[in-house]
């Protein structure tokens, strides 16, 4: 079921955040829900430009512990702005795989880090720099983005019958029934309750 | 310690299995092979409807629990003017909100026919709502299906009071006993019962082979269409060796339940006392008195349990989780939340379930290995704090 990679992270996790007043982060970032089933924080030390250290913690499955852990080795050292625009894909190819249903752990992790990363960007004076996040037209039809379904469910939604409700998402020809329930389902993963 | 999912096949089975196995003949065929075949299937009949107290010719063999479940649920949604079993005056069934898969998976799909299914509510032990189902219950109802024993809590149902109220209204009445059954008394006739699922694979028999009960007289449709094997209420060529296994199995609770029972719940004790002496913030799950006697459901607060799950196979040590991260869906076991659990606290959920082949060194090596494991995880977890939840 899981890579050898997964496995080696899951038994021996790297740079867990252990004393969090000591570590003395320059940014960190909170993002999941522990009634989905996992939760991740990243804490970044940041010097000239790059992230010479990150600390980390997980509540949640092998998946999500093996990727937090990954993707604390990975950014060690980059620029800030390189770590900024890692993917899901970048830390599940490192892990070599995660199966379908675990891919969603991944994308907590690159989730967390930028939130932490803009964390730094906020403490430092660099609001500037915070992106937001890239907006997708989702549905063709009635012009309905990625965006609009996280908002979407940021405010209550639950499932797709009021997601379609509120958005009007998929009502025209439906075509993007399918990405647009991908996305819902992460969405809820983040922030339903 | 994963004896709710599988148990290992008891060396007195294996001893019977090898030695019948040339036993080849088809117990429907008329000749020699086929007849001496049909004496052991009728032999195994009969020990196991000896031992829940029913007549021989009330035992259908099935594929396996699943299956009985699923075929008494069909067989009121069959939608056949002419059956019995489903008269048009009774659409409605009524079951549990803490059921096995097989039976709320098949209830949501003939929810989609004509047939409307309530669901009974539990308290925080996991018992039945009795109170709620006095009120649901009507003359409309064809079949009421509550689970004896729970899976996942081991919490153990009140069957005969169920059985009672359910034919005041002239409803027929089905339990799943897969898990009861070779682990507690399991009678029929006392439980006034006119359906019961069973499987083999719980009670150290084999996989693939159930049986399935059905008081005399009670009406029924066929689920499985061909032959006239089982009287005409299975078809199937029989599982010759599935059955044979599973009568030595049966055979064998009948002999070894009792003591099996006592020495298994001691070390459950053991066990529970173990860690919540060990690990602070546990919680144990299910009902303290009527509780299977191998089960132990323990929620450990800060701790994902596919997490807990993996670092015990590490060690060597089995057992079950009911974090939604273990299923692959998003939610977390439906039994625990029915019992009105936060997520949460479901999510941290390790399932125990002692078997005939654990000993003392057994919970010994679990209470030593468990304790750094949740210590570490906790460590590493965003939400744990020591002395309570955050």
Not at chain 1, 92 to 99: A, F, I, Q, S, W
Not at chain 1, 138 to 159: L, R, Y
Not at chain 2, 346 to 363: C, E, L, P, Y
Request: aromatic share 6%; charged share 25%; glycine share 10%.
């Amino acid at each position: 079921m899981y890579s050898e990679e997964v496995k080696d992270h899951f038994v021996n996790p790297r740079n867990i955040l252990e004393d969090e007043a000591s570590f003395n982060a320059d940014g960190t970032g909170t993002v999941g829900n522990i009634t989905c089933g996992d939760q991740m924080l990243m804490a970044i030390k940041v010097k000239d430009n790059k992230i010479t250290d990150c600390r980390w913690k997980t509540y949640g499955c092998a998946s999500a512990i093996a990727s937090t852990s990954m993707l604390s080795e990975m950014v060690k050292g980059m620029d800030v702005e390189e770590a900024y625009e890692i993917k899901p894909e970048d830390i599940t190819k490192r892990l070599n795989g995660l199966p379908e249903h675990k891919i969603h752990c991944s994308v907590l992790g690159d989730k967390a880090l930028r939130a932490a990363i803009n964390d730094y960007y906020q403490r430092n004076g660099m609001t500037d720099r915070i992106k937001e996040e890239k907006e997708t037209i989702v549905c063709q039809c009635m012009t309905v983005t990625d965006k609009d379904i996280e908002k979407a469910v940021k405010s209550g939604v639950k499932n797709f019958d009021e997601l379609q409700q509120t958005t009007k998402i998929g009502t025209s020809c439906g075509q993007c029934k399918d990405s647009a329930m991908e996305l819902l389902h992460e969405y809820l993963h983040l922030y339903g309750n | 310690m994963d004896n709710n999912a599988t148990t290992p096949i008891h060396p007195e089975v294996k001893k019977e299995l090898i030695e019948k196995m040339d036993l080849y003949g088809n117990p429907s065929s008329m000749h020699e092979f086929g007849r001496t075949a049909r004496k052991e299937v009728e032999r195994a009949r009969e020990l196991i409807s000896g031992f829940i107290g029913a007549e021989s010719d009330e035992v259908v063999f099935t594929g396996g629990g699943s299956e009985s479940n699923n075929t008494v649920l069909k067989y009121v949604s069959c939608g056949d003017p002419a059956c019995t079993m489903c008269p048009a005056s009774r659409r409605e069934i009524i079951t549990s909100s803490i059921e096995h898969p097989s039976v709320l998976n098949t209830a949501e799909v003939i929810s989609k026919g004509a047939i409307a299914v309530r669901y009974i509510g539990v308290d925080k032990y996991g018992k039945l709502n009795i109170e709620e189902l006095k009120e649901r219950i009507s003359e409309k109802t064809a079949l009421v299906s509550i689970m004896m024993a729970n899976n996942e809590i081991g919490t153990i149902q009140n069957i005969k009071k169920i059985s009672q109220i359910a034919h005041r209204y002239g409803c027929l009445v089905h339990t799943d006993a897969v898990q009861a059954l070779g682990k507690i008394p399991v009678n029929v006739q006392e439980l006034d019962i006119d359906f019961m699922s069973f499987s083999g694979h719980k009670i150290y028999g084999p996989k693939g082979i159930g049986a399935l009960y059905i008081k005399k007289g009670s009406p029924f449709c066929v689920f499985i269409h061909g032959g006239h094997q089982e009287a005409g209420r299975r078809a199937g060529t029989l599982n010759t060796l599935g059955i044979i296994g599973f009568g030595k199995a049966v055979e064998l609770a009948g002999r070894e339940m009792d003591e099996d029972a006592r020495r298994i719940y001691r070390l459950r004790k053991k066990l529970e006392t173990g860690i919540l002496e060990r690990i602070p913030d546990a919680l144990v799950n299910g009902h303290p008195d009527d509780c299977l006697p191998g089960t132990l459901n323990i929620s450990f607060m800060g701790a994902e349990g596919e997490s807990i799950l993996l670092y015990l196979d590490l060690e060597g040590i089995a057992v079950s989780t009911g974090s939604a991260c273990a299923t692959g869906s998003l939610d977390p076991s439906h039994v625990l939340i029915a019992t009105g659990l936060g997520a949460e606290t479901a999510h941290g959920s390790i399932r125990f379930s002692i078997g005939r082949d654990n000993s003392d060194q057994d919970v010994e090596y679990v209470l030593d290995k468990l304790p750094p494991i949740i210590e570490r995880i906790r460590k590493m977890s965003t939400v744990y704090v020591a002395g309570g939840k955050k």
